[in-house]
């Protein structure tokens, strides 16, 4: 379908299971995506939907115990990742594939000088020499916009705001020119306005440096100005994935749906919100059937006994329900002959 | 004309008078002097000098960045930080100069709902305790009386009154809100304080508290203010919307004009932040990104606290300390770049600043 050569990360029938007190979690059960070079994949899902698991898994950073990679690939440029050895992955985190996350302050040391972990990434992985990375520091903090970088970098991360570190994150992330960026809700602890300025940062770097980037989010708004794809999640499954646009306009899944009526709409006047009802499940103890079964507003009697077939609606559009093709031609889809 | 004298009408519940709240933070003593540190005292002006009326049967909005002072505010209407100056009065008592005894009674009329589902709740104490609590404080119903009343209580939020013998380690963030909002009402309050209530939950679980809210506020006749960094939230449960910036009220207006139309380029700067979940907006859309972060509410910039951010301001920004002024009938703005007679920013001529004239 579509071109190897343009495919820098392939994931096939990913599983993540942990052994808890409580019984198997299936965080991660089977999802397949890929992602393009140059690109940005959208992966949305409320809490426990497994998509912070899934990135965790294509880093193997995944604790074990309690949690294990059961199955699947991770080809990253045609190379299994989950079959290489240790230092070997390690070679890849941070040079080829760098991550931030939600929290810039539980990520950077406190007691390290914004320049010394700067300069660890890229003496450890591009083996720079002491002057020659604090020079490259210097200058990744430019790139980021921090102010005044030269007197800046040797301040310790408390001394910057949360904007800031967040930041600080980014430039770390990329000093070493990494092929794919994995954001993990990247703004979800700062002000709109800094979200603004982080979003845009993150735009402007990907197009000056062609990175790829996995963004992942609980905010649709995000995913709608930031990605090419996007693959919404559920109970750790794919619940749906298309190109952005068609998967706001015409959604092929009821939980989908469900999600892009819930958030107020600022330029319309509306009376009640539409809710999803219930709460999600407990991925510890799913019944058979659909998952999203009990809180879906056109259930029937097979979505309750029946798993439903990932059904493709378009070149690029998949959806995972037992009424997909009912649903997106409700929505006002139609699928084009390719 | 100042925001406080236009609605001083019957229909206002709470009613803010120049409020402000400092916060002492020490600084400026002998060891200071010898570090080189100063003389002055650092002071905290976490609000400062606000005067808001809310109005019976109303939700208010409270929107800013976080550290604009807005939780703060929240907290010294109930006064559970101690107000530095001013007044607050609620059906024309001023809580600020109640004693402890008499605050308590009053407590029973207003409430708070808080942010952290998981912080707010005593862990060591089953839902009924937590949500009779109250009840008990106030003398309001005891025993079985009081074990049906909370049964309703947890039925009204929409919980199972099955659910009150469990502890709260056994619910998630929503159901744990739901909690939080019986408890609020066990007292039956007519003026909630609902401080960043939705912000720590899933986005299917934000559509139930928002509509959960607004069935209250019907059937209870209730009067809420309802703070939130979440503007697209605020602009769906408010009627009026006030937003703060470092300490200062900076816009009051009604909740579809501060969107349609907003006056102050702090309040389109923000409004312009807010991602829409629909890529064609997104890619079309103008974006004011602003520079920079708030800055520090030590040592807040003279003049308008904005200038430092704003694209529009000129020199007289930094001097004069601009007021809230009715621009527009029930559209206040605090920017001395605009007046009644030249709303629109864009139209004024450069450097020039009408509002001074007004004055």
Redesign the interface.
Known sequence: MTQKNGTLLEVNELRTYFNTDDGLVKAVDGISFQLHRGETLGIVGESGSGKSVTNLSILRLIPDPPGKIVSGEVLFNGEDILLLPSDAVRKIRGRRIAMIFQDPMTSLNPFMRISRQLMEMTELHLGHKRAQAYEHAIRMLETVGIPDARMRVDDYPHEFSGGMRQRVMIAMALSCHPELLIADEPTTALDVTIQAQILELIKKLKQDTGTSVILITHDLGVVAGMTDHVIVMYAGKIFEQARTRELFATPGNPYTKGLLRSVPDPTAEQGKLYQIPGLPPDVAHLKPGCPFAPRCERVEEICRQEFPPFVQLNADHFSLCHFAGDVFAESGGSSQAS | MNATNTETNGSSLISIRDLKVHFDMGGGGVFDKLLGAGSTRRVVKAVDGVSLEILKGETLGLVG??GCGKSTLGRAVLRLIEPTSGQIFYRDKDLSKLNSRDLREQRRNLQMIFQDPYASLNPRMTIGQIVGEPLDTFGLARGKDGERRVQELLETVGLSKRFIKRYPHEF?G??RQRIGIARALAVDPDFIVADEPISAL???????I??LL?RLRREKNLTYLFIS?D???V??VSDRVAVMYLGKLVEVADA?TI?DEPLMPYTR???????????????SRQ?I??E???PSPINPPSGCRFHTRCPYAIDKCKEVVPELVEIKPNHFAACIRISPQQPDIETVAPNDAPGLRAL
């Open positions: 960045e976080s998630s929503g159901q899933d986005v299917s679980i934000q559509a139930q928002m509509n607004e960094h503007l697209r939230a602009r769906h579809k969107y700067a923000l409004i312009s932040a807010v991602p829409v979940p629909d890529p064609a907006v997104e890619a974006r990104v602003l920079g972060d708030v």
